[in-house]
């Protein structure tokens, strides 16, 4: 069976797609048969002339690549899938239902999935990080196609990800911009005045063609022609109708994100008088002609055991860069990014060491986490994303996307808490580890000194799920010895004895504060045990209850993060169902000020003398 080269077979598919879309929304009673009309020719064209793709083998990482920014069009999505044969039509019917995996918006628990997507203004970025994997790692021809919608391109982070794309001459990128002129409550900025596209993807680099998004030649030469343009990657800015052949209905307003309803079985009707080649379509899909090496990502190590001394003072976030390092050495496929903090987050040791090995994302945090999101995708990298952790709540949509996406992207967030200083608060992480704990299936590190910074980094680096390192930017002193066994929910005791009254928790710089007012009390008799969480997801539950009820059953928590959500709120769930234990937990409380980091961690109750203090009261309650 030849490729589709005949027209009228492109056609007759596109409708064939426009008809499944419109009968898979009107049985869900729900969808945007609309916006799947718009882009059926894409997808005809993409699917059964110019991808190259093995059907057997949906994420064979040899094959091109596909991503749907615009989600809300799924059910076109589905419909391809449903005519190359991986999907049963019948299942379509079952479209948006509870237990199908044919969801309202796509989802990688279908095998021809990579990521989520839905949350507009994201797949671009996925898509940078996907192109660049396959070209720099992969080192094979594979290309990546990614439709947005107009809508969506008033998103910032479209833009951050179309300057990557260019920089790094993405030229296997292929963006396809179905600019159907309608959003949802209202015409976009831009509508059919596609000149505007062109102008702004030309000032950025990028090879752009504006074509007839309904015509299935022009697209197949616009797709030959971007597949024969080096050095810089291709946008097609495709002039579409939203409810394409849908009479009566394209082109206008009111139509968005509804199901045809009593329209249905006439807008059926007129699209079955349209398909020329009635019987059953025979093609054959393009294979990928270069194959993908063979990668392992598991089992990833140091190279060495940390290399400390007890006392000695240094910052989580300097072992952190030197951790990378050893994991890097022990994998080929370890990569770090970073938003132009590198010097400051130490995932510049990584580039040191391997500059291929390093990504630049520049100060374009939305960008950065959706790169690292596509280069994780198929197993074929052990992404480690760094910058302040602060920033990464500009991001955070991204990650929780990454969670939907099933990514196993790993988030270093440095100079965390009030601790850093004289910044002030605009460089604070006060909510990263709230942020981070909402995630679903996530980790969450604190790891309290350099020894326990490298094992969380290579404990995350195996660990499915987005991981969270929280690292400080001031020294700290080493606690643990440098062979201690580090485990993913389970706490270590610090100090403690037969008498303790108290159990003490802090994370990274109140630990060490809490240390040093444990020992300070140990001097008037009083007994303070000291636990480090190391994870504050999954927490300890069982080792926080058996030392609180062998310490008092008083629990003294003192954090560098605002109150909510953080390590106070995490060991009150954890001890919930337990009578007679009682927490006090103390945290920034309000919009911190600049100073040393001595003189705001007194300022805001978090230095020892302080917790000499809290510890004081908390055992005359």
Known sequence: MPLVTDPQVLKDLATRIRILSVESTSAANSGHPTTCSSIAEILSVLFFNTMRYDVSSPRDPSSDRFILSKGHAAPALYAAWVENG????????????????????????????????????????????????????????????????????????????????????????????????????????????????????????????????????????????????????????????????????????????KPLGKETDRVLEHLKTLVVNKGKLNYTIPTPTQQAPVVSIENIKLTSLPNYKIGEALATRQAYGTALVKIAQNNPRVIALDGDMKNSTFSEQLKKYDPARYIECFIAEQNLVGVAIGASCRDRT??????????????????????????????AGSHCGVSIGEDGASQMALEDLAMFRTIPGSTVFYPADAVSTERAVELAANTPGVCFLRTNRPPTKVIYANDHHFQIGKSNVILSSSKDQVLFIGGGITLQEGITAAQQLAQLHIGVRVLDLFTIKPIDKEGIIKNALEAGKRILVVEDHYPEGGIGEAVLSAVAEVRDIYVRKVAVPRVPRSGTTAAVLDYYGLSAKHIVNYVQDVIKY
């Open 86 to 257: 991986v999907v049963p039509e019948q299942e379509l019917l079952k479209l948006r239902q509870l237990g199908t995996d044919l969801e309202g918006h796509p989802t990688p628990r279908l095998s021809f999935i990579d990521v989520g997507t839905g949350s507009l203004g994201q797949g671009l970025a996925i898509a940078a990080g996907m192109a660049y994997t396959t070209k720099k790692y992969d080192n094979i021809d594979a290309r990546v196609y990614c439709l947005i919608g107009d809508g969506e391109s008033a998103e910032g982070s479209i833009w951050e990800a179309i300057n990557f794309i260019s920089h790094y001459k993405l030229d296997n990128v292929v963006l396809i911009i179905d600019a159907n002129r309608l959003g949802q409550s209202e015409p976009t900025t831009i509508g059919h005045k596609l000149d505007i596209y062109k102008a702004r993807l030309d000032a950025f680099g990028w090879n752009s063609i504006i074509v007839d998004g309904h015509n299935v030649e022009e697209l197949v030469k616009a797709f030959d022609a971007a597949n024969a343009t080096k050095d810089k990657p291709t946008a097609l800015i495709a002039r579409t109708y939203k409810g394409r052949a849908f009479p009566n209905i394209e082109d206008r307003e009111g139509w968005h994100g």
């Open 382 to 411: 052990v992404a480690f994303v760094s910058t302040f952790a602060a920033f990464l709540t500009r991001a955070f949509d991204q990650i929780r996307m990454g969670a939907i996406s099933q990514t196993n992207v790993n988030f």
